[in-house]
């Protein structure tokens, strides 16, 4: 349905008048979420009378407050327009993403657009001789906020929280607000936007666009003096917190401290000024104790004073030495391994916003749940209330910056440049009181690194009481307080060094594909090596990965390890999780076990392979790159003069075990099958490209194209029929024309 509206004003007048408004219950049930490929079991829970109702900034907490979420109206027209559409395009849910299956629009992403929002609302009677602010939490890209056809500002940046001051916009009754927004998603260019794994065109380790509006909206009343923010800072060695409460004034501040509910401490002091506050014996915060302490701060007295809860813990985040006089991260004083996955944030039905805040919690539940202890933020800032789950529920958490992608060999503007450390700052600023945050990460594999020393510096300015990362992976510039590794399967790390940790902050990526629960079940896969589809390989695989990583923390000091990943995110399918989050592929108790350096016995595989292929331990193979005789693939053929190595064989592929890079390659071996064997066998291939596969001197099948993984092929009857118990022999040529190339071949008992 489409709404009629009238453009009345320009630029900074901006005002919009209705034509013909439906009733708000009639536009909530002609709303429904847009078509999507894939849900999880959250999103049947979303109406447009529950889109995240819950409070969104958990350590600033006042009792009056009016949600903004639900439906609006929304219209798009070009960038260049300073004037609404005359005709909106429907009903979008708020918050979330434009492009989203919940917002209900679900398009592409309109790079080349403005979004145009626009929704009334009442405020109760007692409000209107307060100061009102309207907060958004975060809006991506670029803003504009017109309220009552006047507008009230702008904002740029799309994972920092933003408000307004709009009393003297407000009015009894109805009061109008919209809001346009543009997410051009700016990369490779000199002006770039700090956009994180947004793309226009999403496929390998990028993804779908989150435009507009998604994170929660709403208003509050406060005093004319009121408290902006605080900053609290642990010290748990002298036994105290010093907190700052910023306000526009300097009135009288009284703090309480409470633990289960149980009185710690009282003191008063000054707005803006620091104020110390003594916590004796104090319960320190960790993964395993997460420990918070309640807080209630008043500013000024009477009924014009100003009241927020909040929290906070005791925790200490540091480098030191191990027991070896390594250099090493400690926690709380003490050396802690920590081992994480890396989590993106990003939801089938909602991109960049979870469903519900129970969906939110969930992703943390499940990582503890697998023994992990650190989660690696990448490439995204969340919304306040998942660092609230982090810090109650005990998950340490790593903080990346997201990317930027700058020009010609990453070039970048001073204003791009200048844009990124505003953003910085106050994603900082705004999550400095998260106790579970232990780790700012600059950049991440070169991707729009500049000036690396200097914002290094920036951020330990902003932040002296946590450890800097200054480039996950790649791009080390000797700065900050650890030198991070990637490393696919991995793990590995560097050694330790006189004044930084050694960690690795990606590895792994186990490739698991789980048909219907996939962004797109026929489309390409992202991940790193061959894909299976046993959960118990996929189990076998983690169990080795991380008796590697607790080997790196024996014997080198490595301080950290993040796998690759949580979840899977579209079209990359590494994650432990599906991405709709509704099947786990690994055994969770042997994954949990191996978390914690505890390495379980595995049950018997309930699918073996009756001849593996190479997908798990290299198995040799003769080979030629020359042509052979025209008997090459009989059994009485001499392969002796030819070259030995491992599967799989290949050039620019995942997995690849012996380099092969011609037009052509002929493989021999023998494998051994026992005395029964079952009626219907399929081959497991992995080819790129054209293959012809015998057995026994028999054409067992032949395959045209490439798999860029392990599909099963059936076996012909002819070639069934040689089977026997004891020797038998595979004899396969590939041919290759372009791009990369692969071949590995085994055998297993069909379905």
Known sequence: MKLHLYNIALAASMGLVIQAMPSQAQQQAQWKPAASSLKTQWAALVTPKNALPDYPRPQLVRKNWQSLNGLWSYGVNHYSSLLAPGIMDGQILVPFPYESALSGVGKPSPVNE???????????KGWMNQKVMLHFGAVNYEATVILNSRTIGTHK??????????????????????????????VDVEDAQVVGKQRINPGGIFYTGATGIWQSVWLEPVPVENIKSLKITPDIDSSQVRLTVRSSGNSPVTIAVTAEKKKVATVT??????????????????????????????????????????????????????????????????????????????????????????????????????????????????????????DKLGMLVWQDMPQMFGGREGALSDVAKAQFNTEWRHIIEQNYNSPSIVVWTTFNEGMGQHDTPQVVDFTRQLDPTRLVNNASGWVDKNVGDMHDTHDYPGPG?????????????????????????????????????????????????????????????????????????????????????????????????????????????????????????????????????????????????????????????GHDAGGVRTQWATSDIWIRRNFT???????????????????????????????????????????????????????????????????????????????
């Open 114 to 124: 403005k979004v145009w929002y626009r929704r009334t609302f009442n405020v109760p």
């Open 157 to 186: 940046g799309g994972y920092d929280s933003f408000d307004f001051d709009v009393s003297e916009q407000l009015r009894e009754g109805d009061n109008e607000i919209v809001v346009a927004v543009r997410n051009p998603i700016k």
């Open 269 to 390: 002091g000054t707005a803006n000024s620091e104020i110390v506050i003594p916590i004796p014996n104090a319960r320190l915060w960790s993964p395993d104790t997460p420990f918070l302490y309640d807080l209630k701060v008043t500013l000024g007295k009477g009924k014009t004073a100003d009241n927020v809860d909040s929290y906070f813990a005791m925790r200490k985040i540091s480098l030191g030495k191990d027991d070896q006089g390594r250099t090493s991260i400690l926690f709380n004083n003490k050396p802690l391994f920590q081992v994480g996955a890396l989590d993106q944030g990003y939801w089938p039905d909602g991109i960049y916003t979870a469903p519900t805040d129970a969906a939110l919690k969930f992703d943390i539940e499940t990582a503890k749940t697998l023994g992990w202890n650190m989660l690696r933020k990448h490439a995204k800032v969340e919304p306040a209330r998942w660092y609230y789950w982090t």
């Open 493 to 649: 790390s560097k050694d330790p060094e006189a004044n930084r940790a050694a960690v690795n902050g990606e590895f792994g990526g186990i490739t698991m594909s789980v048909p219907g629960h996939r962004w797109q079940n026929n489309a390409d896969v992202m991940g790193y090596g061959a894909t299976i589809k046993s959960g118990w390989l996929a189990t076998k695989r983690y169990q080795d990965l991380l008796k590697k990583a607790y080997d790196l923390n024996k014997t080198k000091g490595t301080s950290a390890v993040v796998y690759t990943q949580i979840t899977d995110v579209e079209q990359e399918i590494n994650g432990l999780l599906t991405y709709d989050r509704a099947v786990m592929k690994p055994d969770v108790k042997v994954i949990a076990a191996a978390n914690k350096g505890q390495f379980l016995p595995l049950p018997p595989n309930p699918n073996p392979e009756l001849v593996p292929t190479s997908s798990e331990d290299g198995i040799n193979w003769q080979y030629t790159t020359d042509k052979p005789a025209d008997d090459w693939f009989s059994t009485a053929f001499n392969d002796g003069a030819w070259k030995t190595g491992q599967a799989p064989f």
């Open 673 to 751: 099958l026992p005395t029964q064997i079952p009626a219907k066998l399929n081959l497991l291939v992995m080819h790129d490209e054209d293959a012809e596969i015998y057995v026994n001197g028999v054409l067992a099948a032949s395959v045209t194209g490439y798999t860029g993984d392990y599909k099963a092929v059936p076996l012909s009857e002819a070639a069934r029929a040689t089977l026997k118990a004891g020797q038998n022999t595979f004899a396969v040529h590939v041919h290759q024309t372009t791009g990369g190339q692969s071949i590995d071949v085994g055998l297993v008992k069909a379905d």
